[in-house]
C-alpha cells in the first residue's frame, strides 16, 4: 500500500473538494478499503430513500480510493466502465458503507469490485464491478 485513510482523505480534499465533505475512509488493507457516504438530504429521491446517483458516487469513489491506495495520488485516474446492480431498498436515515476489492491492477487499467451496505444491514444494497484507466508514468 501507497497511501493510507489519512493521506486519501487529503487528497481527495485537495482534488475534489466539492464532494470530498461527502465520504469518509474508514479502512485501508492491501487491495481494500472501505468506505462511508455521510447520507443527507441532497442524496435522497422521493419517497426518502438513497437515490442511485449517490449509491453510483459511493461504488466510484471507493474503486478510485481502493485504486490510489495501491499507486499512489494520481488525480487523473478516471473510471472507463462500470456495471452496477441495485438489489435493494437502502434503509431510510442512514449512511451508506462500501467495501471496495481490487480484482486486478495492472499499469494502465485497475478493476474493482464493490459492495454496498446501508451501515447495519448484513444484505448489500448494490454491486458494482469498476474500471480505473491509470495515467501513464512519465518517462524523463
Given at each position: 500500500?501507497?497511501?493510507?485513510a489519512?493521506?486519501l482523505?487529503?487528497?481527495?480534499?485537495?482534488?475534489?473538494?466539492?464532494?470530498?465533505?461527502?465520504?469518509?475512509?474508514?479502512?485501508v488493507?492491501?487491495?481494500?478499503?472501505?468506505?462511508?457516504?455521510?447520507?443527507k438530504?441532497?442524496?435522497?429521491?422521493?419517497?426518502?430513500?438513497?437515490s442511485?446517483?449517490?449509491?453510483?458516487?459511493?461504488a466510484?469513489?471507493s474503486?478510485?480510493?481502493?485504486?490510489?491506495?495501491?499507486?499512489?495520488p494520481?488525480?487523473?485516474?478516471?473510471t472507463?466502465?462500470?456495471?452496477?446492480?441495485?438489489?435493494?431498498?437502502?434503509?431510510s436515515?442512514?449512511?451508506?458503507?462500501?467495501?471496495?476489492k481490487?480484482l486486478k491492477?495492472?499499469?494502465?487499467?485497475?478493476?474493482?469490485?464493490?459492495?454496498?451496505?446501508s451501515?447495519?444491514?448484513?444484505?448489500?444494497?448494490?454491486?458494482?464491478?469498476?474500471?480505473?484507466?491509470?495515467?501513464?508514468?512519465?518517462?524523463?
Open positions: 500500500m501507497v497511501m493510507q489519512p493521506e482523505m487529503a487528497f481527495m480534499r485537495q482534488v475534489f473538494e466539492q464532494v470530498a465533505d461527502d465520504f469518509n475512509v474508514e479502512e488493507k492491501p487491495n481494500e478499503v472501505t468506505m462511508r457516504m455521510k447520507i438530504e441532497q442524496h435522497l429521491r422521493p419517497g426518502g430513500t438513497v442511485g446517483p449517490s449509491m453510483f458516487a459511493l466510484d469513489v474503486a478510485y480510493i481502493v485504486t490510489l491506495a495501491m499507486i499512489g494520481k488525480a487523473l485516474a478516471v472507463t466502465s462500470c456495471s452496477m446492480d441495485f438489489m435493494r431498498k437502502p434503509v436515515g442512514v449512511d451508506l458503507i462500501a467495501t471496495a481490487l491492477l495492472g499499469r494502465q487499467l485497475s478493476v474493482s469490485h464493490v459492495l454496498v451496505y451501515e447495519g444491514q448484513e444484505d448489500p444494497v448494490a454491486q458494482a464491478t469498476m474500471t480505473y484507466a491509470i495515467p501513464p508514468q512519465k518517462v524523463s
